[in-house]
C-alpha cells in the first residue's frame, strides 16, 4: 500500500487518539495516576479538534456546535446550582476553567458525544427516529460506564453518591432535541473516526471501573 494512502488525516487523527487514549488507561493504572488524570482537558480538547478535521464543514454544522454547547453548558449550570435535570452534584478541579461552576470542557463534550453517537447511529439505519433514538441510547451507555468513575477521578461527584435514574432521565431530554437537529440537518463525518472514539472512550472508562471494583485506584 502507497504511504500516502495512510498518512491520510483519518488514518492519522484515529492514531492520534488511541496513543492518548491508551497511554491514558496505563499512565492512570500503572503510572503517575494524578498527572495523567490532570491531563483530561488535553485528551479531551485533542478528540474535538481531530473531530472536526474529519467532519465536513458548513454552516449548519456550526449552528450545531453552538446550539450541542449552549444547551450542554446551559442543561450543567443548571443542575450544578440549582440540581435541576440531572440531580444535586459539582464539578472537581481537573477539568479546568469552569464558568457558573461547570467546566467550558463539559460543553466541549457535549458537542463531541452528539456528534459521534449521531454518526454511529447513521450507520445502522435510515429512519430519522430510530438513528435519533439510538444516538441517545448510546449516549446513556456511555454515561452508564462514566458516572462510577467521575467521582474518582474528581470529573464531578453527586450529593447522593452515585448517580441516580434522574441523572440518566436528564441526559436523554437533553440529548432529544440535540440528536433530532443532528440527523435532520445530515451532518456528515468522514469515515470511522467517531466509532473509534466512542470505542475507546466506553474502553476507557470500562478499564478504570474494572480496576476500580478490583483493587483501587
Request: neutral net charge.
Amino acid at each position: 500500500m502507497n504511504p500516502k494512502e495512510l498518512l491520510t488525516k483519518q488514518n492519522s487523527s484515529i492514531f492520534l487518539i488511541w496513543l492518548f487514549h491508551i497511554s491514558g488507561i496505563i499512565g492512570i493504572i500503572y503510572s503517575d495516576t494524578s498527572w495523567f488524570v490532570g491531563a483530561t482537558p488535553i485528551n479531551l480538547v485533542l478528540s474535538f479538534i481531530l473531530l472536526l478535521v474529519n467532519t465536513r464543514m458548513n454552516q449548519r454544522l456550526v449552528y450545531l456546535l453552538l446550539a450541542c454547547f449552549s444547551v450542554g453548558m446551559a442543561a450543567e449550570i443548571l443542575g450544578v446550582r440549582y440540581g435541576f435535570i440531572f440531580g444535586e452534584y459539582s464539578y472537581g478541579a481537573v477539568l479546568g476553567l469552569k464558568v457558573m461552576e461547570v467546566p467550558l470542557l463539559i460543553g466541549i463534550n457535549w458537542c463531541i458525544l452528539i456528534f459521534i453517537t449521531g454518526t454511529i447511529a447513521q450507520f445502522f439505519t435510515e429512519s430519522f427516529w430510530i438513528r435519533t433514538l439510538l444516538g441517545v441510547g448510546l449516549m446513556l451507555a456511555l454515561d452508564l460506564v462514566i458516572e462510577p468513575v467521575a467521582p474518582v477521578l474528581d470529573f464531578w461527584t453527586f450529593k447522593e453518591g452515585l448517580a441516580s435514574f434522574h441523572n440518566y432521565l436528564g441526559w436523554a431530554l437533553v440529548a432529544l432535541p440535540l440528536q433530532m437537529a443532528f440527523h435532520k440537518w445530515k451532518i456528515t463525518i468522514d469515515g470511522f473516526y467517531p466509532f473509534h472514539l466512542y470505542i475507546l472512550q466506553f474502553l476507557f472508562f470500562t478499564l478504570l471501573l474494572i480496576k476500580i471494583n478490583s483493587i483501587g485506584i
